[in-house]
């Protein structure tokens, strides 16, 4: 038992007052005689006693009384160790996709917000952050509309993220009790492979689960040109527990053009094939119906006239192999080839890439040309001749990436590694090949370069470099030098190296990952691009080229759809947005002995042990209670005690 007011307890000195008094009579008592006759003599002595013990039971009831009466003033309760310390409550709330699973016809977060609603008292301070809002030392009521009308979100953050944000809304008193609620459905992704702890902080933890936990996503597409009229759309889904087919339909814009049904078979995953029209501009949108989540039930996709990239070579030569030729084909590209002597470097604006092929040197007037061209959005390769002049190439790679050559190196070497990573093969190989038959070259120049290596030579020097529209090859690709031109590698290098240099739309962007895209329109100075549909509208960030538009999309937009790109009310191209698909596949975190954590089955559970973890029981009435009954027992005492 603790006393809130312990110092009143030196009022337990009073009592020695009544013990004098009792020890010590004030009062004088007159000697009178009176007959000695017996019988009057013992009444005497028997009233004496009688008396003496009347007054040993009033001094015990008063000292009783006295000690009840200062032990309720000084507020005897029993608690927990915390319970009188202040409370700090801080709400993770998961507004996360994967909380639109059902539980009795009510979302997992709908059903979180009702649980909180009801069991928060309103008179109580506390912040909650979500993955989209905060609020900070509110009452529940105040926020109770914005958290009814909450929206869920593709964003997710992890529990070192969640313990990250709540740190910020904790105050800094050490004496408080911290307490982080964190209720949500406890994906694999949310929560990783370490459990953060600190002393300081207690964690409770909420987790959610639906009633059915079956789900089927649309995971991606993919276009197969078959060269005939008709694409080939494949559609690969995902799916968890599904015991029938689910139908899936295929929208141009309004109008729908296919139709099929996807059987998984106890399988997790399969393919469907549709038919779609070639050289035309499709708005694609596909849909499915399940009983699972539904952010994953739609998918969309674009497919846009996609503009010819206008790619220049300059070499000291006309290239006699024509391999330029046959790497970009006039149905994608339009290639035009000069000798460095007849070129007009007015050309070189209006291009988008733009090849130094086989040059000895590189003049000094076309060093600047290609320095500007470079800072305007366009694309670089540099492919060196077995013979430069190697002060001239220093003096322009040192403008990219502080390039520079310093040694030749005639020894034969084999191509040995791929940069696997780098966005130049990002999506060429499914797997890394272990096996492959690698060219080779018998003559390169050593270099020093802070751009990345994409491929490398035996010994781990450089073979190409580059990032970001600059790319250099450290050998000559003629024949007599290297068989570079003859390997498998050739064509997906040169290809993405030439779509650097005009970064069209892809088939769909995810949203929350950073994507650029290049639009080959020219803007007058005041002029801007929008991008929208029918629910949001916003201006990405942009950046004007004398021949493009490059727009940078990470914020924005928030929602999937299809948003159309204009310039004022002309309409320019469509873009399409998904929501990543991290959520769609339903597996969750069985927590195991987490460090100064607790598990609580529901809200109101969890509501439940805080109340009593907080709860107070105060005795002070029952000890006035005690000191009236002593002062009843003093009047019967002085009543009927004779």
């Not at 694309?379 to 390039?403: G, H, K, R």
Request: with cysteine; aromatic share 10%.
């Amino acid at each position: 038992m603790q006393l809130k007011h312990p110092e009143i307890l030196w009022a337990l000195l009073l009592l020695i007052i009544p013990i004098i008094i009792h020890f010590f009579q004030l009062r004088r008592f007159k000697r009178t005689p009176f007959t000695n006759v017996a019988m009057l003599q013992k009444v005497v002595m028997e009233s004496r006693k009688s008396n003496t013990l009347k007054k040993w039971l009033l001094l015990l009831t008063r000292l009783l009384l006295l000690t009840a009466f200062i032990i309720a003033f000084a507020q005897p309760y029993t608690a927990k160790t915390n319970a009188l310390k202040k409370r700090e409550n801080v709400i993770f709330l998961d507004n996360s996709f994967s909380m639109q699973a059902k539980t009795n016809g009510l979302t997992l977060l709908e059903k979180a917000v009702q649980e909180l609603l009801k069991h928060i008292d309103k008179d109580e301070t506390i912040s909650l952050f979500t993955n989209t809002n905060t609020f900070k030392d509110v009452a529940i009521e105040d926020i109770q509309n914005r958290l009814l009308e909450l929206q869920f979100s593709h964003q997710q953050l992890n529990l070192k993220d969640v313990k990250l944000k709540a740190s910020t809304l904790f105050s800094s008193n050490p004496e408080s009790q911290k307490n982080l609620i964190v209720i949500s459905d406890f994906q694999n992704r949310m929560t990783g492979t370490e459990q953060d702890s600190t002393q300081l902080v207690t964690s409770y933890m909420v987790p959610m689960r639906a009633n059915d936990l079956s789900n089927v996503s649309i995971d991606s597409v993919f276009i197969e040109d078959t060269g005939m009229e008709q694409l080939g759309l494949q559609v690969f889904l995902r799916g968890t527990n599904v015991s029938e087919p689910v139908p899936v339909s295929l929208f141009n814009g309004d109008t729908l053009i296919a139709k099929s049904a996807a059987n998984f078979e106890e399988s997790l995953s399969t393919t469907l094939n549709f038919s779609i029209p070639n050289n035309q501009s499709i708005t694609g949108q596909l849909e499915l119906t399940d009983s699972g989540l539904g952010y994953d039930n739609v998918f969309f996709f674009t497919l846009n006239e996609r503009p010819k990239l206008k790619i220049l070579s300059i070499s000291e030569t006309l290239d006699t192999d024509q391999y330029l030729t046959r790497l970009f084909t006039q149905d994608e590209f339009e290639l035009s080839q000069f000798q460095l002597s007849t070129l007009d470097y007015s050309l070189i604006d209006n291009q988008n890439v733009v090849v130094l092929d086989n040059l000895n040197s590189i003049p000094t007037g076309l060093e600047r040309i290609l320095t500007t061209f470079k800072d305007n959005g366009g694309s670089l390769v540099v492919i060196p001749s077995p013979e430069i002049e190697i002060n001239s190439y220093n003096a322009f790679l040192s403008n990219f990436f502080n390039s520079r050559f310093y040694q030749v190196q005639t020894s034969e070497k084999k191509i040995t590694s791929i940069s696997y990573d780098h966005p130049l093969y990002r999506n060429v190989f499914e797997n890394q090949v272990e096996n492959f038959e690698y060219p080779s070259t018998k003559q390169y120049y050593q270099l020093t370069s802070g751009a990345p290596k994409i491929l490398s030579l035996e010994g781990n020097d450089a073979f190409l470099v580059g990032l970001d529209g600059f790319y250099l090859f450290t050998s000559s690709l003629l024949p007599d030098f290297c068989n570079f031109k003859s390997s498998s590698l050739i064509v997906p290098t040169f290809y993405n190296m030439a779509l650097s240099g005009l970064q069209t739309p892809e088939r769909y962007q995810i949203l929350g990952k950073t994507s650029t895209i290049d639009l080959p329109v020219v803007l007058g100075n005041e002029e801007i691009l929008n991008v929208g549909n029918s629910r949001e509208q916003f201006i990405p960030l942009q950046q004007t080229f004398p021949n493009k538009v490059r727009l940078t999309f990470n914020e924005n937009p928030k929602t999937a759809g299809i948003y159309e790109v204009s310039n004022s009310e002309d309409g320019i191209t469509n873009i399409s947005f998904n929501y990543p698909r991290n959520e769609s596949q339903l597996s969750f975190t069985e927590f195991d002995d987490l460090p100064n954590t607790t598990i609580k089955e529901s809200v109101g559970s969890l509501f439940q042990l805080l109340a009593e973890e907080a709860s107070v029981t105060p005795y002070w009435k029952w000890f006035v209670i005690l000191a009236l009954l002593l002062a009843l027992v003093e009047v019967i005492i002085q009543k009927f005690v004779t």
